[in-house]
């Protein structure tokens, strides 16, 4: 019975996993971000930029190489942190991986974060209602 219980509660939180991403996209498409918004990198190692949609990446971008440089400016009392991070990316006009900074501005995809961050939360709400749930009703099973 309690192997059971463990099954469903595993599979209604990949159900909820999979609903919750697919709204994320509905909203996207909705906003007009999926298919209208391109993430802009300059190459730092040549002269060619790069441009790629929403719409065309997919999780394996999130895992691109990276690195990040901050550098702090300190005049008088006053600091300013900038923060960089170049992505490692394939140049077809040099056929070679470069470096390539990306030269979107915050406010560009401000929004994009936000929603980001709402279904993010959203998710997380979810599986930690369903885990609470779960482990109340296996408690009382157990006891």
């Known amino acids: 019975m309690l192997f059971i219980f463990i099954a469903i509660a595993v599979l209604l939180v990949i159900t909820a996993v999979l609903v919750i991403m697919k709204k994320y996209k509905k909203e996207l498409i909705a906003q007009n971000w999926y298919d209208e918004f391109q993430y802009e990198f300059q190459s730092v190692d040549c002269p060619h930029a790069l441009h790629f949609k929403l719409a065309e990446t997919d999780w394996k971008f999130a895992f ?16 300013k942190t ?22 979107n501005s915050v406010q560009d995809h401000k929004g994009l974060f936000t929603l980001r961050l709402k279904y993010l939360v959203i998710g997380f709400a979810t599986i930690m209602l369903l885990f609470i749930i779960s482990m109340n009703i296996i408690f009382r099973i157990i006891l």
Do not use: D, I, L, M
């Open 64 to 79: 691109t190489p990276k690195k990040e440089k901050n550098f702090t400016v300190r005049a008088g009392p006053f600091a």
């Open 82 to 103: 900038t923060h960089q991070v170049h992505y490692r990316f394939y140049c077809k006009e040099c056929e070679r991986k470069c470096w390539f900074e990306q030269t």
